[in-house]
């Protein structure tokens, strides 16, 4: 069961990870980050331990299912933006948007007693919360280097919740 919830959310995270990386020149949104189209021959962007293959298994290990959503059959998809550091440190952990979708929604409505917003953003929160939480207990990255520096490069990721 978890093996399934995490092969969808790995094929979300193959698919739309997105890396922004600080130019100290340049402010959008107060924040020091702007986008990059092309790394320099020198340079290349953070990794993950060993790759993408040890994210994902370090993902799969670590992401635990909220109970609650588990319980009343609800889906989630998180998306989160999070920061390398330059000396690979994981910083700025944010969810951007949640999305639910409920496998049976009259049953889960009358099961929690709850509007269909109230669960909206209750289960959305429980995904977020978990998106946070595994992020913010990440090891180390080795972080990115752009002109020979360690930069600090930002993340956008999706983390799906899908029960089997």
């Known amino acids: 069961m978890k093996k399934l919830l995490i092969t969808a959310m790995l ?3 193959c698919g739309g990870v997105e890396a922004q990386v600080v ?3 340049s402010i959008i949104d107060g924040n020091k980050y702007a986008k990059t189209e092309e790394w320099p021959e020198d340079g290349h962007l953070p990794q993950f331990r060993n790759g993408t293959e040890d994210l994902f298994r370090w ?3 670590y992401v635990r299912y909220p ?3 588990k319980k009343h059959k609800v889906e989630g998809r998180v998306i989160i933006t999070f920061v390398v550091e330059g000396d690979g440190s994981i910083s700025n952990v944010e969810p951007v948007q949640s999305l639910v979708h409920f496998v049976n929604k009259e049953k889960a409505l009358k099961a929690t007693g709850m509007t269909e917003e109230e669960m909206t953003n209750h289960f959305g929160h429980l995904f977020q919360d978990e998106a946070i939480r595994v992020l913010n207990s990440m090891p180390k990255w080795k972080p990115g280097v752009q ?3 360690p930069v600090r490069v930002k993340y956008t990721m999706p ?3 899908a029960q089997p």
């Open 59 to 61: 993902l799969s290990f």
């Open 67 to 69: 109970k609650e959503a």
């Open 147 to 149: 002109f020979g520096r």
């Open 11 to 13: 094929a979300a995270v």
């Open 159 to 161: 983390l799906n919740f």
């Open 23 to 25: 130019n100290p020149d």
